[in-house]
């Protein structure tokens, strides 16, 4: 079964931090590149991040450069986004996504995670 499955966010104060993980099924990890994607009410869609498994690879958002990591470990089947500096426009759903880059539509979603900066 290919799926994607995400954990990690929560309500955070700014300036917090907070670490998204997403188990992914094997197959997908092994041939796509998987990113963080976000959601914002009344905003649009928009990739935060993407990692290669072929060459490790890692594309950021302007918007997040400098604050979140994107990582993965094949070993077991997983990716994460460290978020630092947490700000209150970070407030989104966050999912995982397979596969990312530019140029691609992820065909695979998770079924996001909610994440609140607030204090």
């Known amino acids: 079964q290919l799926q994607l499955v995400e954990s990690g966010g929560g309500l955070v104060q700014p300036g917090g931090s907070l670490r998204l993980s997403c188990a992914a099924s094997a197959v997908i990890l092994d041939y796509y590149a998987i990113g963080w994607f976000r959601q914002a009410p009344g905003k649009e869609r928009e990739e935060v991040s993407c990692?290669?498994?072929?060459?490790?690879?890692?594309y950021y958002a302007n918007s997040v450069k400098g604050r979140f990591t994107i990582s993965e470990d094949n070993a077991n089947a997983m990716v994460y986004l460290q978020m630092n500096s947490l700000k209150p426009e970070d407030t989104a759903v966050y999912y995982c996504?397979?596969?990312?880059?530019?140029?691609?539509?992820?065909?695979?979603w998770g079924q996001g995670t909610k994440v609140t900066v607030s204090s």
């Open positions: 996504a397979a596969p990312c880059g530019t140029g691609y539509q992820p065909d695979f």
């Open positions: 990692i290669s498994s072929s060459d490790g690879s890692t």
